[in-house]
């Protein structure tokens, strides 16, 4: 069985990863009182470069699992959350 690594529950934005990697999931959870958008970056370091996944909340107590089948990410991962006002999102990325 493979294994791999979090970046363990993130509710701001945050580097995951510098360096090549794969993504295997992302699991989230709506915290905040307004839409609330999650990106995965192909990036070591700011909220550019090939976006992998986005998830938009709207709806308190939204909760999803993506299973992204170990995409690669050439550059790291980055994760963006963009809450507007309110508190936003718990988001882990796990990657190997």
């Keep these: 069985m493979p294994t ?5 529950i993130q509710s701001s ?5 510098s360096g090549r990697c794969k993504l295997i999931s992302i699991h989230a959870q709506f915290t905040g009182s307004a839409t609330t958008t999650i990106r995965v970056f192909d990036n070591a370091s ?3 470069g090939t976006e992998l996944a986005r998830i938009v ?3 308190p ?3 999803v699992e993506y299973d992204m089948h170990g995409v690669i990410a050439h550059n790291g991962l980055y ?3 963009s809450t507007g006002s309110g508190t ?4 882990s ?3 190997a």
């Design 79 to 81: 994760l963006d959350i």
């Design 88 to 91: 936003g999102a718990a988001v």
């Design 57 to 59: 909340f709207e709806n």
């Design 93 to 95: 990325v796990e990657f």
């Design 4 to 8: 791999c690594r979090s970046s363990g």
């Design 61 to 63: 107590s939204e909760r």
């Design 13 to 17: 934005s945050a580097i995951v990863h």
């Design 46 to 48: 700011a909220a550019s």
